[in-house]
């Protein structure tokens, strides 16, 4: 649990000012992966681990960013800010204080400390939360109060164009509209959503591989580029596909024997994962547990064997959950190659399911997994 009281006292003391305090929460995504830059579907949940920034004004024409996990400072004058995030963490606030105000919002100087607790490279979103928390302490001091679709979209141009991660919305859009108990279904091309509610007796349980998972360039970047080949090919038969998402399984029947092999298995892996992500949401609104489950087994199958995005840790933790009672369904959430597993738990079994996932999957690998018992959670806000 993050302490926010200590953490105001802290940045008042450091930089003699009383700041103003915002939260952004990580997510786990229960199902559609790799289908947001593709304008698909996806259906994530925000979690209770999250990033805290404190703002205040300077009047020395200086962004000076301090953060409590790497004890570490750094100070620019707002007028001069690094043209990229060179690789380091500074560029995730950086880039978002850049990209706000190359959108017209007049950010001013300021002292800013930050703080999370989203594990860093396990697929929870740290990037989006640290990047949301500072969009919004950054609006706060320009007196902006811009719709949240919109922070999101830009807190993802900060990813892109200043960090150099090809990622998609997902991450920052659940950041900026996630509500409590409730997991949020997302058309990313419209940005449209409805929320279903997580039902009392479902719980969160989050099994982390321990496997470190990176997405700026590497392999989430193939395979975008792959998705957006096979993308290609359909579109020169079919003017009308912009994006994948406008594909459907018909199509690559008809066309798919054009591209190459693995393309073909990655296209077929967005398509029919955005059938199941729709379907997922029904399921859930509808209470149906078992098809939900079936659902993300599916979903994780294709995941791992025509998106080949899982890694063997990931399958043992999958298949060592599914061997559980009081599972509901369990997959590899987020961009995949490591991270952590999404398991939905009957709340009644959830504790002892922990405890035993964690056994199962030391006597399979060797490996201590991190089991952590997360809430659906609220929207970045002021605290
Ligand atoms: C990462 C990206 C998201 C999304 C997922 C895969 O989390 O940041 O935009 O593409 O991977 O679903």
Redesign the pocket.
Known sequence: MLDVTGFKKRHAHRFGADPAVFVAPGRV?LIG?????AGGF?MPAAIDFGTLAAISPRNDGRVIVWSENFHEQVSHQIEGLPKNGGGHWSGYPLGVVRILREAGFAVPPFSLSVQGDVPLGA?L?SSASIEVATALAALSLAQADPPREEIARLCQRAENVYVGAS?????QFIACRGAENHALLLDCRSLGYRLAPIPENVSLVIANTMVRHA?AGGEYGIRRGEVEEGTEILRSHRPEIQLLRDATTKDLELWGAEMPENVLRRCRHVITENLRTVAAADALAAGNLKKLGDLMAAAHASYRDDFEASCEEADTMVGAAQRLPGLIGARLT??GFGGCTVNLVHADRAEAFASRLHNDYRARTGIDAEIYRCHASAAAHAV
């Open positions: 995504n992966e790799h289908t947001d830059y996806v697929g979103s990622c998609g919305i997902m991450d997405i987020g961009g």
